[in-house]
């Protein structure tokens, strides 16, 4: 007897039929840049096919989302202004607090989560609060965290999610949420996110650069695959209702380890510099726009329930 494994790869339909692992909308974040003042919209220079919306254009691009299937947005808040303790990130009426309040409005089936970190808020453009000797002080940082998050549920955000990688945030967030009467509000932490090269285009459209230094002392060393998994641990017990690994096609060995170790919910953050670098290269026609299927499926493989990734909208277009 001859063994033929090409036989269950002949046509479309008998590939289809024993396909393994599928991408579906319905698991798919898109993430959303939005500015406080009209002028920064626009176009991300470093990220073709992406804007920085007003509030308004991105209750638009949430029904436009929505209707082709994408249930879910990651928001970024870019202020007017900023200081050095990012104190417009906890303003009940700030850019994201205004954001939530008016894309659950118009389209209210749609899952908003909401970023909570201070980089973007910050004039240092660091994670948190600084001490006095210009250093990240985690249990400040902490406090102020938690602050914000009860803002984010007060305008009907669903579900936060910090990004500041400080220890204990997630523990302080949710027993904040709880004693404001918040306890139905998830918490997606970014629990194994990574110091890594690959955030440059994000940094132009979010204005969140560090001004001095980089973020390597609170940000995860790429070596570290163990750590991932205290990391997602620790989170865990604090209350995380899922979890996350950033970014994504470097890090898939982690997402697999992740996924093998634990039951709660895994995302993926396939982050700028992927799209940026898939973008430029399906530009110049040195690669087939098919690669972006391929690796939005390889998250799903991995292991990851949730991708978030910036191709969302384009690819639930051409999957409609």
């Not at 928001?75 to 303003?91: E, Q, R, V």
């Not at 240092?124 to 609060?129: A, I, K, L, S």
Request: hydrophobic share 45%; proline share 5%.
């Amino acid at each position: 007897m001859t063994i033929r494994p090409r036989r269950l790869r002949r046509t479309p339909a008998i590939r289809s039929l024993v396909r393994e692992h599928h991408v579906h909308a319905e698991h798919l974040v898109q993430p959303l840049f939005v500015v406080e003042r009209d002028a920064d919209a626009g176009a991300v220079a470093s990220m073709p096919g992406i804007s920085r919306f007003t509030v308004e254009g991105a209750v638009g691009e949430a029904r436009e989302l929505f209707a082709l299937g994408v249930p879910a947005v990651l928001l970024f808040g870019i202020p007017a202004g900023k200081d050095t303790t990012g104190s417009s990130n906890a303003d009940p009426n700030g850019v994201v607090q205004r954001t939530i309040r008016a894309i659950k409005s118009a389209v209210p089936d749609m899952l908003v989560i909401a970023d909570l970190c201070n980089c973007e808020y910050a004039s240092h453009g660091h994670c948190g609060v600084l001490d006095a000797n210009g250093n990240v002080d985690n249990d400040a940082t902490v406090t102020l965290l938690a602050r914000i998050a009860v803002t984010y549920a007060q305008s009907g955000v669903d579900v936060v999610a910090p990004s500041d990688m400080m220890d204990g945030r997630v523990e302080a967030i949710r027993s904040a949420l709880d004693a404001h009467g918040f306890d139905a509000v998830a918490i997606l932490a970014y629990s194994a996110k990574y110091a890594s090269a690959f955030y440059g285009p994000f940094r132009e459209a979010a204005e969140s650069a560090p001004a001095f230094g980089d973020r390597r002392g609170y940000q995860m060393d790429p070596p570290n695959v163990r750590e991932a998994l205290r990391e997602i641990a620790l989170d865990i017990e604090q209350g995380a209702d899922a979890v996350m690994v950033k970014p994504g096609l470097a890090y898939l060995d982690v997402v697999r380890a992740a996924r093998e170790a634990f039951e709660v919910p895994i995302a993926v953050y396939s982050v700028s510099g992927e799209y940026a670098m898939l973008k430029a290269a399906i530009a110049n026609g040195w690669l087939e726009e098919r690669v972006i299927d391929e690796v939005l499926i390889a998250f799903v493989r991995a292991g990851a329930d949730i991708v978030i990734t910036y191709f969302a909208k384009e690819w639930a277009a051409r999957n409609r």
